[in-house]
């Protein structure tokens, strides 16, 4: 069977140990986490996460289920129809061309964020699939370091 | 109410009408087990290993249906205990088990005794916690037995730190329980149940495919009022042993890799499985692609992650299987026409009569098979069965004629070596009234013998019946038939003087080599109702059969070449 990318969103209770609760869960049973991000949701006691993951859709829909079995699980959704955002910050040595750096990610929804006396910092939001592009992109710019994010997603 | 977190460990207990509590204390659960000593609300019985006390909680909550209750402390005393919660998460059965902790500000420290606890049973319970204030003690326990017991049952394990138990909190057990997260679906979908009525109803070859989630789910009654009703037939799995009475003409018999050659053929045969809280393991299905081809599947399952998750189902019903059955039965009573399989019924009679569940007599050497069916002539009814694991489990399953649910207790979705003697022991203290035989072989009856010390102490007669074979027969038997007779490692000629062995704890021995002595062996012991080992002498070399080896297709069994009688 394909395998498939998918994109699940889980809401929690905001309690100890209720990431490892969900990490240990696809560890234990051979499930691929590609991303993950995790934050409170405001003025409640609930934390989203934002799960990439991938496999066949019958592995995808025993996520989904293993998921909901949880206890403290509240609600997962196994995204469809929607938007999706990367965040990713790059560091550059401060004798690259600035200016290109900048124009490239102002092309990703991004601009300089930190300028220091040895490096800059540059950071971009868009779909993981043009952050991919992006970090392609900025290679020639020798990058001495970069960090992604992780997925976020909002059904539409 | 200002009181202690030990005091509220106790208060808990007996807010939730526990009479039995298995354990074995320790530094981090003293000031609980200073509580224990102080009531008189229900029993401690001090088992003398925390694995053991796991085991025996569990064999009380499967033949009572309530929630078992263990009690150990934090490091080694959780980690002897895991076995435990692994055993009764696989099987669903419904625990707390409570632990003690090292001190919070002592956790992270690698203090003495100190055990990631919760780290550890995350993967192998239903949920657990671990309770950093005293102030949530009271709903974290009524929470855990309540999570125990509800949905699709398991072990929740509550991890309480020693200065949380001296802590002194507000105690209110009134307050309902509150999970917004944790809503289990209890009663099935109408829509879905009707169609898969009409599905039975139009079915030409049906087959009930009867799980343990019935015995959990105290549906027994309705199931067998639904096989009757419809006359359709029905399997069993290894767990649902003890549904159909074992002399139900509907009832093929057990399936799977050592399943009848009825049961499995009528498996690869039938057009529709009429699944009932079974969960298409491994050891029933046999290869996956090759499971029950021709089969429509209706899957009723309290879990909704069971469903579809190896066999593709067809009409899937979420909920109680007792709560779906109530609805289904009746509209069933209205449109199946028993009539319609009658030719279907002769099929599966004609395979049972092709290769019978049998084996071989030879002259008066006993074989184990004969051990159980004769068990079984003495006994029936009036024993619960619990088992070690191996052949003997094996031929308990296939032989022992089973009347009821909840009689038969056995480590299925583990396998766990060593659970049978603690098991009994809990059933004994769960239906005192009944025999409690524990059936185990050579090797099982070794991983927890020092029960025969806690046995004999709280006055649990278990019988032990050991067909002893001088082997650890199951993994020989696969040496014999996958590894060239290579017994790597699995002969154990040296073995202890069981007799002797069972009579320095205080119980009473038998060594049986005939057939007479074992009737004599059994009628003593039962009569004595004393702590007792049967060691019977079987032949070396039995296999189980029928089987289908690991991966092959249900269809395909090793069967038994019977010998005509001399």
């Known amino acids: 069977m394909e395998n498939e990318r998918r994109v699940v969103s889980v809401i929690v209770v905001n309690e100890a140990s209720v990431l490892s609760r969900i990490t240990d869960l696809f560890s234990a049973r051979g499930y691929n986490i590609e991303s993950l991000t995790v934050a409170p949701i405001p003025d409640s006691k609930y934390s989203r996460l934002t799960i990439v993951t991938s496999g066949s859709v019958r592995v995808i829909e025993q996520i989904v289920k293993q998921l909901h079995k949880l206890i403290p699980v509240l609600k997962v959704y196994d995204h469809v129809d929607f938007v999706e955002k990367e965040m990713a910050m790059v560091k550059f040595p401060i004798s690259e061309p600035i200016n290109d750096i900048d124009t490239l990610c102002r092309a990703y929804n991004g601009k300089i964020v930190n300028l220091g006396d040895d490096v800059l910092i540059a950071m971009v939001v868009d779909e993981p699939k043009r952050v991919d592009q992006f970090l392609k992109a900025i290679k020639r710019f020798h990058p001495k370091e970069i960090v992604r994010g992780g997925t976020v997603a909002l059904e539409r | ?566």
């Open chain 2, 1 to 566: 109410m200002r009181i202690s977190g030990a005091q509220m460990v106790i208060e808990a207990l007996i807010a939730e009408n526990v009479d039995t509590v298995f354990g074995y204390p320790g530094g981090a659960i003293m000031n609980v087990y200073d509580e224990i000593y102080k009531q008189n609300s229900f029993k401690h019985i001090l088992t003398r290993h925390e694995q053991a006390a796991v085991h025996a909680a569990e064999g009380y909550a499967k033949a009572s249906g309530k929630v078992g209750v263990a009690m150990i402390t934090s490091g080694p005393g959780f980690t002897n205990a895991v076995t435990g919660l692994a055993d009764a998460y696989m099987d669903s059965i419904p625990l707390v088990v409570i632990s003690g902790q090292v001190p919070m500000s002592l956790i992270g420290t690698d203090a003495f005794q100190e055990i990631d606890a919760v780290g550890i049973s995350r993967s192998c319970t239903k949920h657990n916690y671990l309770v950093t204030d005293a102030s949530d003690l009271g709903r974290v326990l009524k929470e855990a037995f309540y999570i125990a017991a509800s949905g699709r049952p398991g072990p929740v394990h509550v991890d309480i730190p020693k200065d949380v138990t001296a802590q002194l909190a507000e105690f209110d057990y009134t307050k309902p329980v509150e999970l917004e997260t944790y809503k289990p679906t209890t009663k099935g979908n109408l829509r879905q149940i009707k169609k898969a009525v009409e599905a039975i109803a139009a079915a030409k070859r049906p087959l009930f495919y009867l799980g343990g989630g019935i015995i959990n789910a105290n549906a027994a009654e309705l199931v067998r009022e639904f096989v009757h009703a419809t006359q359709i037939p029905a399997v069993e799995t290894f767990m649902a042993r003890g549904t159909l009475r074992f002399d139900d003409p509907l009832l093929i018999s057990m399936l799977g890799m050592h399943g009848s050659y009825a049961a499995n053929m009528a498996m690869s045969e039938t057009d529709l499985i009429i699944g009932l809280g079974a969960r298409f393991d491994d050891r029933v299905t046999g290869k996956l692609s090759e499971f029950a081809k021709n089969a429509q599947v209706i899957h009723v399952d309290i879990d909704p992650a069971s469903i579809s998750k190896l066999v593709n189902a067809h009409y899937p019903i979420v909920g109680d299987v007792k709560n779906v059955l109530e609805e289904m039965v009746p509209l069933a009573k209205e449109s199946v026409k028993p009539e319609r399989y009658a030719s279907w019924r002769e099929t599966i009679a004609n395979f049972d009569r092709l290769h019978p569940l049998s084996y071989n007599e030879e002259g008066d050497r006993i074989k184990p098979q004969w051990v159980i069916e004769r068990l079984g002539q003495l006994l029936g009814d009036r024993a619960n069965i619990s088992t070690d694991v191996g052949q003997h489990q094996m031929w308990s399953a296939q032989f022992y004629p089973f009347t009821r649910p909840r009689q038969w207790v056995s480590s299925g979705g583990l396998g766990t070596m060593g659970f049978g003697f603690p098991a009994a022991m809990g059933v004994k203290r769960a239906d005192p009234e009944r025999i409690s035989i524990n059936v185990t072989g050579d090797g099982s009856i070794l991983m927890n013998i020092q029960e025969l010390m806690t046995a004999v102490e709280y006055k649990l007669p278990v019988i032990n019946v050991i067909l002893n074979n001088n082997y650890l027969g199951m993994v020989r038997q696969w040496q014999t038939l996958f590894y060239d007779k290579r017994h790597s490692e699995t002969d154990l000629s040296v073995q202890p003087d069981f007799v002797k062995l069972v009579e320095a704890f205080g119980g009473v021995g038998y060594r049986v080599e005939t057939k007479e002595a074992f009737d004599a062996a059994l009628k003593d012991a039962v009569e004595k109702n004393v702590v007792a080992i049967i060691d019977v002498v079987v032949n070396r070399l039995e296999n189980v059969l029928p089987m289908v080896p690991a991966g092959g297709s249900l269809f395909n069994m090793m069967l038994l070449e019977k010998k005509e009688k001399k």
